[in-house]
């Protein structure tokens, strides 16, 4: 896998080095540099970025980096566990999108075989797709829960995009998407046929309203999902600012990290993505 992958940014490192003993940066394995890359098997979770925006309807060509998010992690104090982590820096975006896919879903399927749980840190929301497809020759039967206010479903003859994808999923062989389930969908973003599809196909989900009232009521469809996406779109902007999308609606803070958590305590699921 290391052939599809860059280090981590030398940023990134140095921020790490200047951080207390103690820390998840100072416990976590680091693919630092191209000479040496880890030892992946003897760890149990994988963090990954995937720097790919290319299909992003509102993708306004600006340059994709995750040494934010990473100096942040890093800076956090581990809970009462005893799992190991290993950073494996970014996957190389490809000539065209289709070779970041190929890329995406042969690092992801090295993982799974290898017995780790991959933490993606994307990129567009399309990229779920290849996340899913990374699953073929692992499970057959992959239950998927995406915290989005749209259902994505979109037209699977078409083009993928951030807002079109998991049509794909559904018809496209082998067919290995079991169900399907959207936690904080908006109605009025999404067109009426797909809410209805969703109904006809039996596929679960959440209305915001319903989820902000009770956020336990998103513990049932986390049980049973391997893959677990969140696009950080389904957050309100005032409660994070993110660079191509504004929502006057959506989670906040408290409520998408209890979320996260219900994904985290479930040990059926096999992958988490953060999106968008």
């Known amino acids: 896998m290391k052939q599809y992958l860059r280090p981590v940014s030398k940023a990134a490192c140095a921020h790490r080095e200047i951080l207390p003993a ?10 630092q540099n191209e000479e040496e890359f880890p030892e992946v098997s003897k760890f149990k979770f994988a963090l990954l ?7 992003d309807e509102d993708y306004m060509g600006a340059s994709i ?3 934010s998010v990473r100096m942040a992690f890093y800076g956090l104090y581990p809970g009462n566990w005893q799992w190991s982590m290993v950073d494996l820096g970014d996957i190389i975006p490809g000539a065209s999108v289709s070779d970041t896919d190929f890329a995406m879903r042969e690092v992801i399927n090295e993982l799974l075989h290898l017995g780790l749980l991959p933490i993606v840190l994307g990129g567009s929301q399309d990229l779920l797709y290849a996340h899913y497809r990374a699953f073929d020759g692992v ?4 239950n998927v829960v995406n915290v989005d206010h749209r259902f994505d ?26 169900n399907y389930g ?15 599809l969703m109904e006809k196909l039996h596929f ?36 994070g600012s993110f660079r191509y999308h504004k929502r006057p609606n959506g989670f906040d803070r408290r409520e998408i990290c209890a979320l996260s958590r219900y994904a985290g305590i479930r040990n059926d699921v096999k992958s988490f993505g953060i999106y968008g």
């Open 182 to 196: 959207v936690l904080g969908y908006q109605s009025y973003l999404n067109p009426p046929e797909e809410i209805d």
């Open 65 to 67: 980096e995750f040494d």
């Open 204 to 239: 679960e989900a959440y209305r915001l309203g319903n989820l902000i009232q009770d956020i336990t009521l998103a513990e049932p469809i986390m049980r049973q999902a391997q893959i677990v996406a969140v696009d950080v779109s389904s957050v309100k902007s005032r409660a």
């Open 153 to 178: 479903l979109g037209d699977h003859q078409k083009p993928l995009s951030n807002k079109a994808y998991v049509g794909k999923m559904i018809a496209e062989k082998p067919y290995n998407l079991m």
């Open 22 to 31: 103690g820390v998840l940066g100072k416990q976590i394995g680091l693919y």
């Open 49 to 55: 970025g995937v720097p790919e925006h290319r299909r």
């Open 139 to 142: 499970q057959d039967m992959i």
